[in-house]
């Protein structure tokens, strides 16, 4: 697995995380879950476009 990819999937798991905690809050924030939300979506996008890239050319 490159580095590249291993930062994204750290970065995906401290989403996550942050995600779950907004969403324990008595008060979420609908807004900032949408946005962890999409941050999340877009770094899974990326790493399954870089994995895929992967299997192409490797």
Known sequence: MSDRV???MERHQ????ALRLARLRRSADP????R????K????DRIAGLL?????FG
Do not use: G, P, T
């Open 6 to 8: 291993f930062r994204l």
């Open 41 to 44: 979506l877009a770094i899974k």
């Open 36 to 39: 962890l939300k999409k941050l």
């Open 14 to 17: 401290k989403l996550d995380e």
């Open 52 to 56: 895929r890239r992967r299997k192409v």
């Open 31 to 34: 807004f900032e879950v949408a």
